[in-house]
């Protein structure tokens, strides 16, 4: 990743790719106390558009609220900032990353007087978990990992140091030859993936599981509204495993993954085991969305040149 041509939006400046780096002493690598984001551009008939951008900035922002980390810019000039990178770097459609992290000035946990860094970095990255996953589905196994208590990692926080219980949820997935990890909160219920939303269909209704442990994603508030607009029945609350067993689909969401099916959960087939009408037709939308096919939430796309 690191040795590349580009430009990364760094502390102010479009610093040359591969010059922006850190010191070893950087504090958030010692401790993981830092937030980030996961934003897409789409190229679209009018060029390439920051999907949601003005939320992925403002969810960034409540990350370093609730991390009581100091944003030394404006969501102003960090949706500036961002645009200018997909510009900098001419990308059409791309991934991207902001990164607030606390810099190298001191050791010790208060972090007191420490700098707080910002970087955006853009590059162009395919479906996340492949283009058959989006058409076939995945198969998902229950982690022997949970998801963070409320009172342990704080959810509501995209804070980089929660995503080591992703890694590990990810790898038991991935050695144990599924595609994805489902964890469930403290309690038993399901919670997400490991960088996604959850959602099942049953006899025509949508579920979603309530977010007391899970982060409030922004493709999940998306699909909800496609769900309202559609007339699909909507139901919030908290899901058992077996609920998804006996499912008739079930999807992830979430900007890396977009909508994902998902075929098969410890072992059963959801539904028929292949990706179901509700899911095809919001995944669809989505798609038509993203890349401005359709117009209907032009707010939605924020354009970069
Ligand atoms: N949950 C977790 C743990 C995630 O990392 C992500 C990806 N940001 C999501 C859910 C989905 O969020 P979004 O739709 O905003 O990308």
Redesign the pocket.
């Known amino acids: 990743m690191a040795d590349r041509d580009g430009y990364i939006w760094f502390d102010g400046q479009l610093v040359p790719w591969r010059e922006a780096t850190v010191h070893g002493l950087t504090h958030s690598l010692h401790y993981g106390m830092g937030a980030f984001?996961?934003?897409r551009a789409y190229a679209t008939p009018r060029g390439a558009a920051i999907f949601r951008l003005t939320?992925?900035t403002r969810?960034l922002f409540n990350s370093a609220k609730i991390l009581q980390m100091d944003m030394p810019y404006t969501e102003a000039e960090i949706n500036a900032a961002t645009k200018k990178v997909i510009r900098a770097n001419q990308l059409q459609s791309a991934y991207i990353r902001p990164l607030l992290f606390y810099g190298a000035e001191g050791m010790g946990l208060s972090a007191k007087g420490l700098k707080v860094h910002v970087l955006i970095a853009a590059w162009t990255w395919g479906s996340y978990l492949g283009q058959e996953a989006l058409e076939r589905g995945i198969r998902v196994k229950v982690s022997s990992y949970s998801r963070h208590h409320v009172n342990i990692h704080l959810?509501k926080a995209?804070a980089t140091g929660?995503?080591m219980n992703?890694m590990l949820a990810q790898r038991e997935a991935a050695h144990g030859g599924y595609d994805e990890a489902l964890l469930l909160d403290r309690e038993g219920y399901v919670a997400?993936?490991?960088?996604?939303?959850v959602f099942m269909v049953r006899n025509g209704t949508l579920y979603t599981p309530t977010l007391t442990s899970?982060?409030?994603?922004?493709?999940?508030?998306?699909i909800l509204g496609f769900a309202r607009d559609a007339g699909i029945p909507l139901v919030e609350k908290q899901l058992t495993r077996d609920e998804f067993y006996i499912a008739d689909e079930a999807f992830f969401?979430?900007?890396?993954?977009e909508v994902t099916p998902i075929r098969e959960l410890d072992n059963r087939s959801i539904g028929n085991g292949r990706r179901g009408p509700i899911t095809e037709a919001l995944q669809s939308r989505y798609f038509d969305t993203v890349t401005g096919r359709r117009d209907d939430h032009p707010e939605w796309l924020h354009y970069t040149d």
């Open positions: 984001e996961g934003e939320e992925h969810r959810c995209k929660n995503y992703s997400e993936g490991s960088g996604e939303n899970a982060l409030e994603g922004i493709t999940r508030d998306t969401t979430g900007t890396a993954a």
